[in-house]
């Protein structure tokens, strides 16, 4: 019998890799760190359990994370990273020769580390001159910052263990006094389709809505996340996702996106009716 992974998309509903190797497992003082080797979705790995990022997929979200807010301000020149361990945000940043500094994040040095052993593709540009890693609590380190970063990308696990704090009013409040005048903040806003991740979702978007003048969301598909309907937050202080949207300056920029395009900036933005009416009553 082969090694599979099973991870518990709701109470009664399991996902399953069939994996040919279960190549390392460690416990760092966070978290479980565990990678496999699959033919389906090549080397991936997960974190207590939850896959977070697998070689065949994890382009749609680290796409999805990242160019959208370039594409609204392609002027962005300093960016902070919240958890992003696995360096697929990071690598995706370092495309464009206008960003100046990428502040990486990451509470657990230890993922890092594993990602540039077993997943070198995604961690590929932590060594960029113009990245610098913090092996630190993502929450402790943006309290108390005023207006420093242009954008911030909130790439962090579920809000369960480390990552539960990432989804507080209180971050994202030092968050919004972090940003500058034009800043945008990307954030996890999980999913609208299962019961828990459907909770997290309307915990985070009351919050943010709360806080933020223009608070907006976007889907993709990522096959491997429950449900496949993945979401995150848009956050500004004053810029628009589709009004401030500039088409023709991304495309200057001649980045070859495998998921990401200008056509489906704008659409990822329609959410399905279901969707809309529960964040307008969040
Ligand atoms: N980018 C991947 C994806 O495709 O979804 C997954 C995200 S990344 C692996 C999540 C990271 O957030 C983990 O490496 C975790 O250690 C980190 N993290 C969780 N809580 C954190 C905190 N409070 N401060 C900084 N990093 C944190």
């Known amino acids: 019998m082969g090694i599979s992974f099973t991870e518990k998309h709701a109470d009664t509903v399991d996902f399953t890799i069939q994996a040919d190797e279960h190549i390392y497992s460690k416990k760092s003082q966070f978290q479980k760190i565990d990678f496999y080797k699959s033919k389906e979705f090549g080397t991936f790995f997960t974190l207590d359990d939850i896959l977070m990022t697998t070689e065949k997929d994890e382009f749609i979200y680290h796409e999805m994370i990242s160019h959208i807010p370039m594409a ?3 002027d962005i020149k300093t960016v902070l990273v919240i958890g992003g361990g696995d360096g697929g945000t990071v690598r995706e940043l370092t495309r464009y020769p206008t960003i100046e500094r990428i502040e990486m994040v990451e509470i657990d040095e230890m993922v ?11 961690a590929s540009m932590l060594g960029d001159l113009r990245v610098e890693l913090f092996f630190e609590d993502g929450i402790k380190y943006i309290s108390g910052k005023k207006e420093m970063y242009d954008l911030i990308l909130v790439d962090s696990t579920d809000p369960i263990g480390p990552g539960e704090g990432l989804f507080s009013k209180q971050f994202y409040k030092d968050c919004f006094v972090a940003l500058k005048e034009n800043g945008i903040l990307i954030n996890q806003h999980e999913s609208p389709f299962y019961e828990n991740d459907r909770m ?5 978007h009351s919050k943010i809505k709360g806080i933020f003048p223009i608070s907006k969301v976007y889907q993709f598909n990522v096959p491997t996340y429950a449900s496949g309907n993945w ?26 996106t495998r998921y990401y395009n200008t056509d489906l900036h704008c659409a990822s933005f329609a959410l399905p ?3 809309r009416e529960m964040l307008e009553k969040a």
């Open 273 to 275: 009716t279901y969707v």
């Open 231 to 256: 979401l995150f937050g848009f956050a500004s202080k004053k810029l628009h996702p589709i009004a401030d949207f500039k088409r023709d300056e991304w495309e200057k920029f001649k980045i070859y």
């Open 72 to 74: 609204v301000n392609p």
């Open 112 to 122: 890092v580390r594993a990602c540039q052993k077993y997943l070198p593709q995604t």
């Open 200 to 204: 997290e979702m309307l915990r985070a």
